[in-house]
């Protein structure tokens, strides 16, 4: 194999068996009671509901899907997954890094972590559109990847919150929306740059919606904020389609 594959593939071995343990799945603390808590369903405005977070593990099965492909001999001297690999690889033990990090209880840390894999994702991401790509590297590569950019973006709206409430001042509704409409409007941007978008704002859409849940029917309260989510919602979903409406037929890899 080439030092690209075995990157990827190591590198998403360790992290998945890596933020399974670390996210207390098999014993130890969970992510949502670390850090004081900061990071829990009902922490802030803008916290995803508890049953949001099981997307981690349709994310992680893609992302092995991914490692597992491109590690495939046909597959060594790629050059669309040669551009990418080792953004891919950073991203997987940055992920690992703010499982750890959030552990630890170091918040601000966390977001800067959670920021910096934002940026990778988003600069792995605009590689891939930058190559055609064939529709079975499209549900391979470009689908988990996608999946994986738009949960982040999500997750780092929520991380943001958390840190501010928890170390600055109470996150209020104008703040809450704020960051709600920011991760909406990057997300339905990404997933409009790119034929596989439709993961994104589908990943996306789907913590959008569980905040709305939490706030429209749990603790803390917040009927404003339910509804703009919703308006989230039906955004995401909007770009969603219209990614996959889009004509651009893949070149053959």
């Given at each position: 194999?080439?030092?690209r ?23 130890g603390t ?6 004081g808590?900061?990071l829990?369903a009902?922490?802030?405005?803008i916290?995803?509901?508890g ?15 991914l490692a597992?492909?491109q590690?495939?001999p046909?597959?060594?001297?790629d ?12 991203s997987?033990?940055?992920?690992l890094a ?8 170091w918040?601000?840390l966390?977001?800067?972590?959670i920021?910096?894999?934002?940026v990778?994702l ?5 590689l891939l559109?930058?190559r055609?790509?064939?529709r079975a ?7 988990p ?7 982040v973006?999500?997750?780092t709206?929520?991380n ?5 409430d928890?170390?600055?001042f ?6 809450a ?13 990404l ?11 589908g ?6 919606a ?6 429209l029917?749990?603790?803390p ?14 955004v ?8 996959l409406l ?5 070149a053959?890899?």
């Open positions: 194999m080439s030092p594959q075995v990157a990827v593939l190591l590198s998403a071995i360790v992290a998945v068996v890596g933020s399974t343990l670390g996210s207390g799945a098999f014993g969970p992510i949502d009671q670390a850090a808590g900061a829990d009902d922490a802030t405005l916290a995803p509901a049953p949001a977070f099981s997307i981690w593990g349709l994310i992680y099965a893609a992302l092995l899907l597992v492909v590690a495939l046909s597959r060594r001297h050059a669309r997954l040669d551009a990418v690999g080792w953004w891919v690889a950073a997987l033990l940055l992920n703010w499982i750890a990090v959030v552990q630890g209880g918040l601000l966390s977001l800067v972590v920021a910096a894999l934002t990778v988003v600069r792995t991401w605009a559109r930058e055609a790509a064939s590297q499209l549900l391979t590569v470009d689908v990847l996608g999946l994986y950019l738009g949960w973006v999500a997750a709206a929520a943001a919150a958390a840190y501010v928890a170390e600055l109470d996150v209020e509704v104008p703040y929306l704020l960051l709600l409409v920011v991760a909406t409007g990057l997300s339905a941007g997933a409009l740059a790119h034929r596989a978008g439709a993961a994104v704002a990943a996306t859409a789907w913590g959008a569980w905040i709305a849940y939490g706030r029917t749990g603790e309260a917040s009927e404003v904020v339910g509804l703009v989510a919703i308006g989230a919602v039906v995401l979903l909007v770009a969603g389609v219209v990614s889009r004509t651009r037929s893949p053959v890899a």
